[in-house]
């Protein structure tokens, strides 16, 4: 069953396809996942599973009662915990290993992740704003976002774009193909580019 798998990103390189066409791809290190928890529809309201990724070298890494969480599912210390919705009639359990088998080559998955941080940053590298002519008198104003308010209301009305924080943003891609898949190394290679830095985790899930 294909439910979906945590990864991290590595890096992006290009693979020929049997067309011998170039294809960029993002190449991520994708489980394998232990399954630390089960949720139950009749117990919790809902049916899920809890899965974990990127296993712990530090025995205490963990708070006491996350190393009793790990330890009642008889698995290693997991660096980040996420859940997935799946159907009613599952048949996961405790232990159970997710890894990159539920997934070939041609899938159409959906990627999650949080994207690059920007720090505070003005309206045109932010929104794309164009910016102020150079001449006819401009002054030290070439890159301002220009007038933010008016007469009525009489404040900044709400969702103004102007400079702020920008980046660190969970967004999701969806509709990419997956060019290949290693299970020896636990690899996946999906076409095009991936929110987030390298070493950054994600979430993949058939579309």
Known sequence: MT????GKKLGMTQVFNNTGQLVPVTVIQAGPCPVIQVKSKDKDGYSAIQIGFDRSGKKRSASKPLSGHFKKANVDTQKILKEIPVPEDSTFKMGDILTVDQFKPADIVNVTGITKGRGFTGVMKRHGFAGKDTGHGSHEAYRHGGSIGCRTPKHTIKGMRMAGRMGT????????KIIMVDPENN?????????????????VKKS
């Open 187 to 203: 690899l996946l290679l999906i076409k095009g580019s991936l929110p987030g830095w390298r070493g950054g985790y994600l979430l």
């Open 169 to 176: 943003d969970r967004v999701t891609l969806r509709n990419l």
């Open 3 to 6: 439910v979906g798998i945590l």
